[in-house]
């Protein structure tokens, strides 16, 4: 199989395995983008600009162009041999077959929204009046909304002031076909459906829209039970794995900015038909939403212009919690149903944190708490005396398993926890697969084994003596699975990943370390520390606390907390005041930015080193 | 010319003179339809049916089909001779060329917005805010959204709680491109438009939804003044010409019922446009719209289902007032504006009556009135001791000239006065043209002057004696103008005419008659008569009392006000109080339906002769 057959310059055939999806390529398009046309998955972190390594795929027949000078660099010479290839960098040269990496085509899989379920008093802005309307007469001869708003308000008084007009649309014909025997549902005085009598549920929706994973879950708002949930990948992620690529294809033009809020949007409703399907409900019945999300996801769900999130000083177009109706932002929902977006705090402290803290509850207040949620963006807030101080760190994607060789999403035959004792190496993947790759909770795992194993040294620095340590392109690599163990392909922690984590958990470090100073506390004046989010929950602590990333604290101090903003998301769905415990939460927090500052980037710089304690 | 040379199955070319239009017809499609879809006017008062005479034409060129049998009746051996038809009625059978009678294609044009100015104290729902909105920096990383709010309230304490969404959207290009200094536009706390600084007006735009016209006020808020003011025909009227025409084409689809909501959409913004563009401003400056219009316009304007209006009892969808997003119904103003639509008072009195009871005023309070709008459906209120009792009457088309063998709109050539003395005819003309059919106003003078002169009897029964009366297909018809006079073809009053009026006259007479009888009145009792609208502008009180259709009072006790609902739109929509005094008059107002009713019917069947007086 020769490297160039015909030009790229037409289209070709192409078939990925082990989907099997067959599909005519674009000329001059890549392989990703025939892939993203194709519907067959595959990750791509930076988005296809070349720059990480999540699309790695293997031309199986077929010719395709010689590599790229990066793909050179990237892939042993072996594996260039055996055409292996990232996907963003080839253009099919003829009719090929691509088999897409283990790695690649992980679907995220721990991200599975919590079933454990919070309570709270339901007291939801939305609620149903059954109701007998009368029907018209030459004697009565009333309008329709004015007959079903006496019904409304003899039985209630002040209940309805008005008729959301698409319901109006609707409500002739509903009432005549059901005798005036109806169920009204009221949202603050406004009729936003009017439905036939029935037993059923109130169903409502509440929506964590993450960077790399959306969390929806369907509730009964007279109970506040959940009836169902579903997590899925952000469809958003084609577009890239992090919010700067995304900001960036936005940017771009309008057209993809449409797009990246379509494809949200369209992931939303898919989730909450098949969640409604589950119940024997319709979409149509779903009554409220709730919607958590970064700023970034915020701006793109609302369609609002991102452009001034990437660059100093980094602000929000909007801040403040956002109700619109579902139809008018693509949500499918009851026809005057609205959507409640929760504020934000600052450019890079989004709904999603402020969900977070509604979700830890205000009993931290006497406390002083830490609370983060850790990602490529971290958000730290610390709650002292009553006060709410934020920041948002840049931590990068290493502690996702981005950026990172062979880092993956947490999925099955991710690497999730490492053991080093000596020379011999324990790791354990997620579903007892073979092994394909690292997550991020073995990405934490693997730096501190190997920093306390002596592999790696105080500044970062690798050692080569390690048997299990080899050098290529003149840098030295850990093997954690060697090619044998990981089905033909070595699973290496690089000199690099090293880095890449020391960058991130040196920003997070430094983070609290600001946040402390600024309240004038020590470190271990903390009271407690709560780590929030599907990174957070899976993280080792130990691990964590032993490479300095989170504060050296006793570790019954921590509380990790899981999908914390989509439990703020339930809160804010079921409770009226809740919403209004959020908007105070975002209106009272502190934000200061640290990007640029002097005293961040001194902490941030001795941060990167681990810290010399030998008491793990 | 032979009648019939090709198969009406297939398309042909028409074209239609005098405009020139030349389009190829579809199979089976009628002249009518044709020329619809060329644009070329040709009224249509019944909308196609067949049951009125508006749409006459004169085929100069290539076959039609045979005269259909409604044809034959209407037209007479000479006229069919000369290829006159009905273009409703007749489908081309090869390429031809289609004459539109000049009363076929007479645009209205006395109803041209009132210019007099009404003067209110200004006081708009909507309010423009000069505003300075400092530049995020790293030190006040503060949201965009909340930079602007804060501005404002800082400098207009409680202005402002929230943005509406699609301004949202472009704030934070606005705020960049004009360094802070703007201008927020501001209706009851919700920001709706963020423009540059300016000095310019505030423009508004009041509507008037008529059947068969639409009035257009553009408005500054800022003062109350008209700036421009525009007339058009309704362009739903090749839909056909009068509501319940239009409630049957409604109901035939849910795409008619959609491009008649879509045509009086794209009519109010070209007229908005134009009238933009005479002061230098853009419809996207448009803060404000109100309108006002029958129930059934109203409903076709916010899509509302129009079926239950057309069947006993004749209720409406929505009675109350409608704030809804201009962008929501389709008209271009300002992101953020809205339509605020006037209320109805019940199935057959709509915001149209309500705009006019607001335009008389409150210093009627005192007195009793009766204040009546004439069209095809007449809406009556008597107001009496503080108590507004409102009917709507059947009166049918007649007094508009429609279903009047020779009657047209108000337009060039319409015949508007007649005079009879002895043998001797005097007519007038709109324009001084030469006579080419008869309008409203010459409707009813001809009747009263038929009536006065002892051409019709009593009971309505017209001699045969008069010299200009002849005799067709055993009927008599009064001739106005003969072929001579009239360019041809005979403008002609017949029996059937007289009916018609009868009808008309006799459904108000009555309604007058029930309302008076209700609060226990005698007509003598009524100390003013305020009659609106386009006809009521122009009949002649004189003709109008002889006939005994307005009560026999003396004349100092009618006034004309003219377009009294465009006047209560603007009032409206300069003053939001005005808007709340709108919404208590169609909340306080009595209406009792008429239709059916025993005691309607006799009132009816006694009204329908003329009056046995003799001293006008």
Redesign the interface.
Same mark, same amino acid.
């Given at each position: 199989m020769s490297r160039v057959r015909e030009s790229p310059r037409t289209g070709h055939w192409v078939t990925f395995e082990p989907g099997g999806q067959h599909i005519w390529s674009l000329p001059a398009e890549t392989l990703l983008d025939t892939a993203r046309r194709a519907g067959a998955r595959i990750a791509s972190v930076c988005g296809g600009r070349g720059l990480c390594q999540s699309c790695v795929v293997q031309v199986t027949q077929g010719p395709v162009e010689l590599p790229s000078q990066q793909d050179l660099e990237f892939f042993s010479s072996e594996e260039l041999a055996n055409n292996w290839r990232r996907a963003c960098q080839t253009l099919a040269c003829g009719d090929c077959r691509v088999e897409v990496s283990a790695r690649a085509r992980a679907v995220p899989l721990r991200a599975e929204v919590e079933s454990e379920d919070v309570w709270v008093r339901p007291d939801p802005a939305v609620r149903l009046y059954p109701v007998t309307v009368a029907a $018209? #007469?030459?004697?009565? $001869? !009333? /309008?329709?909304?004015?007959r079903l708003?006496n019904a409304l308000n003899e039985k209630w008084p002040g209940t309805c002031s %008005?008729?959301d007009?698409d319901v +109006? %649309?609707h409500? &002739?014909?509903t009432l %005549?076909t059901h005798g005036g025997q109806v169920v009204a549902i009221v949202r603050f005085g406004e009729v936003i459906g009017v439905v036939p009598p029935g037993k059923g549920p109130l169903p409502g929706l509440a929506v964590d829209i993450g960077t790399s994973n959306i969390g929806v879950l369907l509730v009964d708002l007279r109970n506040g039970r959940t009836l169902a949930s579903r997590a899925m990948e952000n469809p958003q992620a084609s577009y890239g794995g992090d919010v700067i690529t995304r900001i960036g294809k936005a940017r771009s033009s309008p057209e993809i900015q449409k797009q990246l809020h379509d494809l949200v949007v369209a992931g939303i409703n898919e989730a909450a038909r098949e969640l409604c399907e589950s119940q024997s409900l319709g979409p149509e019945q779903i009554a409220d939403v709730v919607v958590a999300g970064n700023t970034v996801m915020h701006h793109l769900f +609302?369609?609002? &212009?991102v452009?001034?999130l990437g660059a !100093? $000083? *980094? !602000? @929000? @177009?909007? /801040?403040?919690a #956002?109700d !619109?109706k579902a139809r008018?932002i693509g949500i499918k929902a009851m026809p005057g149903a609205y959507v409640h977006v929760l504020p934000?705090i @600052?450019?890079f402290v989004g709904g999603d944190h402020t969900a977070m803290l509604l979700a830890i509850g205000s009993d931290h207040e006497e406390k002083t708490v830490v609370a983060l949620d850790i990602g490529t963006n971290t958000e730290i807030s610390l709650i002292h005396k009553g006060r709410l101080l934020s920041i948002a760190c840049p931590s990068g994607p290493a502690l996702e398993g981005g950026h990172i060789r062979c880092g993956m999403r947490s999925a099955p035959g991710a690497i999730e926890s490492v053991e080093i004792s000596g020379d011999q190496v324990r790791i354990r993947t997620i579903g007892n697969a073979p092994p394909v790759g690292i997550c991020g909770s073995g990405v934490l795992d693997a730096t501190a084994q190997l920093y306390l194993a002596g592999v790696v040294s105080p500044t970062g620095r690798m050692t080569r003596k390690h048997p299990r340590v080899r050098i290529r392109d003149g840098h030295p690599e850990f093997v954690l699975a060697d090619e044998r163990e990981a089905q033909g392909k070595a699973i290496v922690f690089s000199q690099r990943d090293i880095r890449a984590v020391q960058l991130a958990k040196g920003a997070i470090q430094a983070g609290i370390q600001v946040l402390l100073e600024d309240a004038g506390l020590r470190e271990e004046e903390i009271e407690q520390v709560i780590i929030a989010g599907a990174f957070g929950n899976y993280v080792d602590l130990a691990s964590a606390v032993a490479i300095g990333m989170l504060p050296d604290l006793p570790l019954d101090r921590f509380a990790q907390v899981g999908n914390a903003a989509g439990i703020g998301a339930k809160l804010a769905l079921v409770s009226y005041p809740h919403r209004a415990t959020a908007q105070s939460i975002a209106a009272s927090s502190h934000? *200061?930015?640290l /990007?640029? #500052?002097v005293r961040f980037n001194t902490a941030f710089m001795h941060a990167m080193g681990f810290p010399d304690h030998k008491k793990h």
């Open positions: $018209p #007469t030459l004697e009565y $001869p !009333v /309008a329709d909304d004015h708003m %008005r008729i007009l +109006l %649309r409500l &002739p014909g %005549r +609302l369609q609002l &212009p452009e001034y !100093v $000083p *980094f !602000v @929000a @177009a909007s /801040a403040s #956002t !619109v008018d934000n @600052a450019g934000y *200061f930015e /990007a640029g #500052t």
